[in-house]
């Protein structure tokens, strides 16, 4: 923190809010499951990976409050639409389809466990260590949903096609993940966000490809385009604002209030 | 939360016991032993117990849902991680009551659609609505409060496992009254329009919480079975007077004011006055209070209050869009669901 020159503040807080937004958007869609999961035994370990998610995007907020000065809480719940650093795929609804839940949480642990490795090698010494922490979490996330497509693609006809229809449906959004944040050039040449020892797109798409391989499953992922701009900028999907409507219901009847 | 107070045991006369075994059975009871599930035990005792357990069972996983609902629109991170964590500890309940039920010779699967198609039952607070943040604090506080006082109570009985899987929600429910105190406290000493919706909310749901403990006391409750094999261990009636004198005080404490009230089928307050019964008997100790409106309590008990349909619906639309999961899960060539 203390050789952040000022005028990396604001493109490390997007860093860190895209980071963040991430976690909360998927946990808060996933916490909606919490009581009506298909298996009680499944229902019981899913909303402990919402509770992973918020909780991790909990202890990112608090370093970005830090840095900015406001509160985690302002930053989860103050925020407008578009101040929202978060990709489509987090933002989009599963409609209470186990399928479309577990393929959105494939494509986003994954992703979340190379961009945290990353930043694990930050020189900013607190984003760092609760990075390594965060990827150590992400892993056991990781192995939960892989073996979640395995048992579902490998399942039934049914649920095998079931599977394929919404991890076509995502993987179209999916690599929404994958665009940069403004300024993020300039974090990677200061070593803040650290460049990837491998590219991370390469890397993301062999990881899922293996697995939706082993799942009977078939999986084709694009490079975003580098002339889109969405989520990480700032430009939501349809699904954004609804979510936030609801989210922040009971936070804006007093919003400065304790609750 | 939850904890089956009324569950209706019927004793089949018809049936023959054999009368030694029955002695032996009462003797170990008397003595205050455990049963376990291989024991030789009455059959009306083996029904009761799987009938209490699954009662149980489904009041958890039903119980999850009006909460459930609100994790979604919960105000801060803190509250929302805590609410999802709660909501999951229910159905965890859920998950351990159910497995003791499955000892007692029903499959879970047959539970799940006697739930769903209104052959079985679960507890009658689940169908009243939490339609503010302020039900979700009342409902942590008096209705986690008041099965914490019930299932204290149940980790008295005789059946072995039923009584372990109690010790071990118990010590969860503590942390949920906790939470829901600190929740009423927060609104309570919050702006005005939070102490109105403390209130508001209080008065929706201090009636249910009496109601909680079950109808008025038999005549001579303690000598039919239920409490006779220790399947229950302290009366309706007794339980309701320990919450009163606990919770009256305290909600007194908090600026809360008791009311009498009059609801709409919706369950929502469109007369309320204040108690004029409820005092404290120096001499005894005992808050005396009006009593709930117990035509209304039969009426949502045979299916007829503000949520029944809302909840099963929602049950039975899970149990539903989660068939081709159990399904493939199962019976497809993958083995067993992952472990959590
Ligand atoms: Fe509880
Ligand atoms: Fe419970």
């Known amino acids: 923190m203390i050789t952040l020159p000022d005028n990396l503040k604001r493109p490390f807080a997007d860093l860190l809010l895209a980071v963040a937004d991430d ?13 009506l999961a298909p298996i009680l035994e499944e229902d019981i370990a899913f909303s402990s990976l919402a509770q992973d998610e918020m909780a991790h995007a909990q202890a ?29 795929i987090v933002e989009a609804p599963d409609e209470f389809d186990w399928a479309t839940a ?30 390594n922490r965060l990827a150590a979490e992400e892993q056991i996330h990781v192995e939960h949903v892989d073996s979640w497509m395995q048992r579902l693609g490998r399942g039934t006809d049914e649920s095998r096609q079931r599977m394929q229809k919404a991890l076509d449906r995502l993987a179209a959004i999916a690599p929404s993940l994958f665009e940069p944040i403004e300024h993020e050039h300039e974090l990677v040449a200061a070593d803040v966000y650290p460049r990837a020892e491998t590219d991370m797109f390469e890397t993301w798409r062999n990881e899922l490809e293996q697995i939706a391989n082993d799942s009977s499953l078939k999986l084709d992922l694009h490079p975003p385009s580098p002339q889109t701009i969405g989520g990480r900028r700032g430009k939501h999907t349809e699904h954004l604002p609804p979510l936030l409507d609801e989210m922040c219901e009971v936070y804006r009847l007093e919003p400065n209030a304790a609750w | 939360m939850s904890g089956s107070a009324n569950v209706g045991v019927h004793v089949d006369h018809a049936r023959d016991e054999d009368p030694a075994k029955m002695a032996e059975f009462e003797a170990k009871i008397n003595a205050g032993e455990l049963l376990e599930p ?11 117990m799987l009938k209490m357990a699954e009662h149980h069972a489904n009041s958890e996983i039903i119980g999850a849902l009006p909460e459930g609902e609100w994790i979604t629109r919960a105000p801060s991170l803190r509250r929302k991680l805590a609410l999802t964590a709660k909501v999951q ?116 749901w201090w009636y249910p919480a009496l109601m909680f403990f079950g109808p008025p006391d038999k005549p001579h409750a303690e000598q039919l079975p239920p409490m006779r094999w220790r399947m229950k261990t302290v009366t309706n009636d007794n339980l309701r007077r320990r919450f009163i004198n606990r919770f009256a005080p305290a909600a007194i404490d908090l600026g809360l004011k008791i009311h009498v009230v009059k609801k709409d089928d919706n369950g929502m307050v469109i007369e309320r006055k204040p108690d004029e019964n409820l005092r404290l008997d120096e001499t005894t100790g005992n808050w005396s209070f009006t009593q709930p409106d117990w035509d209304e309590f039969y009426r949502v008990i045979r299916g007829n209050g503000p949520c029944n349909a809302k909840r099963l619906a929602l049950r039975r639309f899970s149990y539903e869009q989660g068939r081709w999961v159990r399904h493939a899960i199962l019976r497809g060539n993958a083995g067993l669901p992952p472990a959590a």
């Not at chain 1, 976690?23 to 009581?35: A, E, I, Q, V």
């Not at chain 2, 291989?38 to 009761?48: F, I, K």
Request: with cysteine.
């Open chain 1, 102 to 131: 577990i393929c959105r949480q494939f494509f986003c642990d994954h992703f979340d466990r190379l961009r945290l490795r990353r930043l694990a090698r930050s020189s900013d010494k607190p984003v760092a260590d609760l990075a």
């Open chain 2, 38 to 48: 291989d024991d030789w035990m009455p059959q009306a005792y083996r029904q009761g």
């Open chain 1, 23 to 35: 976690k909360l958007m998927l946990g808060h869609r996933n916490s909606d499951w919490t009581g």
């Open chain 2, 89 to 204: 500890d229910e159905v965890g309940h859920g998950q351990m009551l159910y497995r003791v039920s499955q000892d007692l010779g029903k499959s879970r699967d047959q539970m799940l659609r006697d739930l769903i198609t209104g052959r079985t039952k679960y507890h009658n607070v689940f169908n009243y609505p939490a339609p503010t943040w302020g039900d979700i604090a009342m409902i942590q506080w008096l209705i986690d409060g008041a099965a914490i006082m019930n299932q204290k109570t149940l980790a008295d009985g005789a059946y072995g496992p039923y009584v372990r899987t109690m010790k071990r929600i118990n010590m969860e429910e503590a942390f949920h009254f906790k939470s829901g105190e600190d929740m009423v406290l927060t609104l309570m000493s919050g702006t005005k329009m939070q102490r109105q919706m403390g209130q508001e909310a209080f008065d929706r």
């Open chain 1, 60 to 88: 990112l907020y608090q370093l970005i409050a830090g840095l900015i000065g406001t509160s985690a809480d302002a930053l989860a719940f103050g925020r407008k639409s578009e101040a929202f650093r978060c990709a489509a």
